[in-house]
């Protein structure tokens, strides 16, 4: 286990014997994790972060070599530190992770790594919650999960019932050599599979896209980013998921400097797009009927931004240049006009089919009243129904931002200073009690400063 920082722990009062105690426990090392301890450290609430394997363990081993980050250095950060680089180049993975490796030393994060949350649960004769760790038990007065938006890889049950066929999800893909030879199934053209798909098709392989309902911004209008113009826009604020919108993912990309996605190009390259996957049977994929139909929605909304864009340039006078060609579209590939609706994989030479249909959450540790039926996270911008309990770097914790880079670091802003305002109240006396001298309680759970 690697202490940055051995005095986090508490030694415990007498009726918790050998077990540690911390106001504040943050479970996960991951960006949410350091931005909830950058907060509470600022407002000096006594806290420990524990994280299972190392620091940002998700950009180091959870994605694939080649992966840079989709936002631009300048605007996927924390306020407190800039990357090593060009504002307007996008970090490398790795340089991603070092960066939150960096800034867990900057703010002197009292972070554990090595070391797993197993179980939690409130405590029934006293204030709290009694933590099992793979480094012994800990008792909390408040726990926060931080353990990531994409915690569990998610195929759908239609896949392929096929040992000769080799199955990955996009977490576990790392580079065109460690697919066998061949030709490849992608599914799913979000973020992760359309730049998979493109890395195997400039590999050589032959790839099948399978493309349901997504948007696709333009990676730049009129000289600016999307990520401005979301900004400016005020469309990373929007707080809950448009009504009909909730399977639609996004296709955007900062590989190879960062371009738009457009899917009539990387047909032109080569890749054979086909519709949403609905089911295998007898060695044969079929698709949906739903590919010209699924381009035109991307197209829709891509068209969508750059009409808001205009208007906000219009309305603020802004002097940015002019750019009609990114209103022009290539004709439409015989991929989207004739559709493959169904696919002999053997025929067609598929032999690895890669699942990038993305993630689930898994609180199956986390053993307290704080989820409904269905098994979400019942909370208000991450404090949750459950007294003590919190959540950050949940999609749509606060808003549509919320599990990128820049948007966690607000809503753990938020959850630190509830936390903050909750050992106000703990530490309340009547008058009765400030007469008598009785001492600020500055916590309800024994042992803890
Ligand atoms: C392919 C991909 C590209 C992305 N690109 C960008 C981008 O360019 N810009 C951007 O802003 N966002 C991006 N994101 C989204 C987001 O920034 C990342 O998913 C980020 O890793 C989320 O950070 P997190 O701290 O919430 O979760 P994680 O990074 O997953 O961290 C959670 C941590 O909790 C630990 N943990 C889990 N359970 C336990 C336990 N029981 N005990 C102890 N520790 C535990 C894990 O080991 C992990 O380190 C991307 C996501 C993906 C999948």
Known sequence: ????????????????????????????????????????????????????????????????DSLVANGPAWHDRFPGMEFPIDPDAFPHKEMVADYFEAYAR????????????????????????????????????????????????????????????????SADYRNPQQLPQGAVLV???????????????????????SVGAHDRPPRSYRGRDFVWWLGVLGLWDMESIQPGKEHVTIAVSGAHGGRTIDFRELAAQGIALVGLTDAFAGGVARFRDDLAENIARGDENYLK?????DSYIARNGLDLPE?????????????VREPILELDLAAAGVTSII???????????????????????????????????????????????????????????????????????????????????????????????
């Open 187 to 209: 599914v799913g053209a979000g973020s992760s599979g359309v730049q998979i798909a493109d890395e195997l098709n400039r590999a050589g392989r032959r790839v099948y896209l």
């Open 305 to 309: 931004l750059l009409d808001a864009a």
């Open 355 to 449: 699942w990038a249909t993305g993630y689930a959450l898994d609180f199956s540790w986390l053993q307290v009243e704080a989820f409904d039926v269905s098994g979400k996270p019942r909370h208000q911008r991450g404090v949750s129904s459950e007294p003590g309990v919190y959540f950050v770097g949940l999609p749509w914790l606060s808003r549509r931002g919320s599990t990128f880079i820049w948007g966690v670091w607000h809503d753990a802003k938020h959850v630190a200073d509830h936390i903050a305002t909750q050992r106000k109240y703990a530490e309340y006396r009547d008058a009765a009690q400030r007469a008598a001298g009785v001492a600020p309680q500055k916590i309800s759970l024994p042992g803890v400063r």
């Open 1 to 64: 286990m690697t202490i940055l920082k051995q005095n986090a722990f508490q030694k415990p009062a007498d009726n918790v014997s050998e077990t540690l105690a911390i106001d504040t426990l943050v479970v996960g090392g991951g960006q949410a994790g350091i931005a909830v301890s950058e907060h509470l450290g600022k407002l000096g609430v006594p806290h420990i972060v524990l994280e299972k394997n190392r620091i940002a363990e998700a950009w180091r081993t959870g994605r694939w």
């Open 106 to 169: 900057q703010i002197d994060a009292p972070i554990s790594t090595g070391v797993e949350v197993k179980r939690v649960v409130r405590n029934a004769d006293r204030p709290g919650f009694t933590v099992e760790t793979s480094a012994g038990v800990i008792e909390a007065a408040r726990v926060v999960a931080a353990t990531g938006p994409f915690q569990r890889p998610l195929i759908p049950a239609i896949a392929l019932q096929d040992a000769a066929i080799q199955q990955i999800h």
């Open 323 to 335: 750019e009609p060609q990114a209103r022009v579209f290539p004709p439409l590939p015989d991929c």
